[in-house]
């Protein structure tokens, strides 16, 4: 069980890492508008790329950030029930939840949108706008590869509850509060 709490542990210092390079790419998309709004209502000046560059970020914050709000669990949730589960309840709940929805979903969308994605890599497909953004390949790169970073997450929130289901490791909301 080792050798799984530390595959746990690298796939959630990955998306630590990407989580905290999705917050720059979040103060960027902020400046990016706040500038944009400015440009246009006060000096009546815009650009299509400024326009497109802030919904790449925002695209990238998303899909790049999701993993990272799983890892945190800050995701949403019905958690009517869950919420009156004791921790070993709420183990089974993450482990069905990761196992038979979270990873499957995940792969459906990677394997659906690699076509999609390859395409505009092969054509090197940029905006069709004048004056957009060249590289949209770039953007519809993200779809797969923050899939793939949520799907990693589901295996370790799966590895963490098998952990607390076999009565191996604390919930994560124990350890917390007691530290």
């Given at each position: 069980m080792n050798f799984l709490r530390n595959i746990s542990n690298r796939i959630e210092n990955l998306n630590e890492r990407v989580g905290r390079a999705t917050a720059v790419c979040t103060l960027f998309m902020v400046i990016m508008t706040v500038l944009d709004v400015f440009l246009r209502y006060l000096f009546r000046a815009g650009s299509v790329a400024v326009q497109e560059?802030?919904?790449?970020?925002?695209?990238?914050?998303?899909?790049?950030?999701?993993?990272?709000?799983?890892?945190?669990?800050?995701?949403?949730?019905?958690?009517?029930?869950?919420?009156?589960?004791?921790?070993?309840?709420?183990?089974?709940?993450?482990?069905?939840?990761?196992?038979?929805?979270?990873?499957?979903?995940?792969?459906?969308?990677?394997?659906?949108?690699?076509?999609?994605?390859?395409?505009?890599?092969?054509?090197?497909?940029?905006?069709?706008?004048?004056?957009?953004?060249?590289?949209?390949?770039?953007?519809?790169?993200?779809?797969?590869?923050?899939?793939?970073?949520?799907?990693l997450q589901s295996i370790s929130m799966a590895i963490k509850a098998l952990d607390v289901i076999l009565g191996r490791q604390e919930a994560d909301s124990n350890r917390e509060s007691a530290g």
């Open positions: 560059l802030e919904w790449h970020l925002f695209g990238f914050v998303f899909l790049l950030g999701a993993a990272y709000t799983l890892l945190k669990d800050e995701h949403v949730r019905v958690d009517i029930f869950y919420s009156r589960m004791d921790e070993r309840g709420k183990a089974w709940v993450n482990l069905i939840g990761a196992t038979f929805f979270c990873a499957p979903v995940c792969i459906v969308v990677i394997w659906t949108s690699m076509p999609f994605v390859l395409s505009s890599w092969q054509f090197l497909e940029g905006s069709p706008d004048p004056g957009g953004l060249p590289a949209r390949y770039i953007l519809k790169s993200a779809i797969p590869i923050g899939f793939f970073l949520v799907a």
